[in-house]
């Protein structure tokens, strides 16, 4: 069993900045990639970055690219993501993911928290 908790959620400016942390318990060493996804109002949840296990592996969305980083301190076993010059667009709860298999998927996490919500006024 592995269980997430997101945190670090706000209201913050255009052009601010934001760190997001999701702390995992349980058997985190059954998680080999972890994740981070959003839901925009109206809109449908996305992916937005992921990272494996060592940290060696990231991957990001197009629209996050060169503001957004992912990391994990598995001694503690948290993940963040940093979300630098953030826009109106967003906007959204923030869902800290994981996933068993070596094998990444970003349809296929096993574990999900509960959400965090970030809204970017212009």
């Known amino acids: 069993q592995v269980q997430l908790v997101e945190s670090g959620g706000g209201l913050v400016q255009s052009g601010g900045s934001l760190r997001l942390s999701c702390a995992a318990s349980g058997r985190t060493f059954s998680t080999s990639f972890m994740g981070w996804f959003r839901q925009a109002p109206g809109k449908e949840r996305e992916f937005v970055a992921s990272i494996n296990w060592s940290g060696s592996f990231t991957t990001y969305a197009d629209s996050v690219k060169g503001r957004f980083t992912i990391s994990r301190d598995n001694a503690k076993n948290t993940v963040y993501l940093q979300m630098n010059n953030l826009k109106p667009e967003d906007t959204a709860v923030y869902y800290c993911?994981?996933?068993?298999?070596?094998?990444?998927?970003?349809?296929?996490?096993?574990?999900w928290g509960k959400g965090t919500l970030v809204t970017v006024s212009s």
């Open positions: 993911a994981g996933r068993r298999s070596s094998t990444w998927n970003p349809n296929g996490m096993d574990y």
